[in-house]
């Protein structure tokens, strides 16, 4: 017997021990007042019937999360940084900052006279580095849309079988009571 506010053992089917009424809960969920015996003010538990739920779905994100590793995750942050707005404003200050100081705009010395040399290596590297950050983010997003598909397929192929059974049980109900 499960009683209200209890985690389930299993994933199954429940019928409260007052009313009747089934309730399907999973490993670790807690089990809810029933329904109908909440309305009516009575104490009730839940017994474990004995069918099982298979839960055919996974949780695609926890398994991507997973998957990767040191690399992976670093280019998901640096993607991430350097995909903000506050970002994009402190490379105009760092560029305008920088041509104003190197024309002597600004006092403080020149260090990368035009053409500003350094600052195109320096800029051409930044976005090097940039571009193998996206690209390793957008192969692994890839990956989860390709395992999110997948997924959906079999969820698709398992409820038209279901969709099927159901029928066949519908017919053969409605042959049964001709």
């Known amino acids: 017997m499960l009683k209200v506010g209890e985690p389930s053992p299993a994933a199954r089917i429940y019928a409260c ?8 809960l999973l490993v670790g969920e807690l089990a809810p007042l029933c329904e109908n015996c909440a309305k009516k003010g009575k104490e009730q538990q839940w017994k474990p019937t004995s ?4 839960v055919r779905s996974r949780n695609i994100a926890a398994e991507i999360e997973r998957k990767k590793n040191w690399l992976d995750r670093t280019a998901d942050k640096a993607v991430e940084l350097f995909s903000t707005p506050l970002l994009v ?3 105009v200050i760092w ?17 990368d006279p035009f053409p500003f040399g350094l ?7 930044e976005a090097i580095f940039l571009a193998f950050f996206i690209l390793i983010s957008q192969n692994r997003a890839a990956e989860a849309s390709e395992l999110r598909a997948e997924l959906d397929y079999q ?4 409820a038209e079988k279901r969709g099927q059974e159901i029928l066949a ?10």
């Open 17 to 24: 021990t007052k009313c009747g009424n089934l309730k399907a």
């Open 51 to 54: 069918k099982e739920i298979i």
């Open 89 to 91: 404003i402190l490379h």
């Open 95 to 111: 560029f305008a900052v920088w041509i104003l100081m190197n024309t002597g705009k600004i006092p403080g010395g020149i260090f």
């Open 119 to 125: 600052l195109t290596m320096v800029v051409s590297l």
């Open 155 to 158: 969820v698709d192929v398992a």
């Open 169 to 178: 049980l519908v017919h053969e109900l409605a042959r049964k009571k001709k």
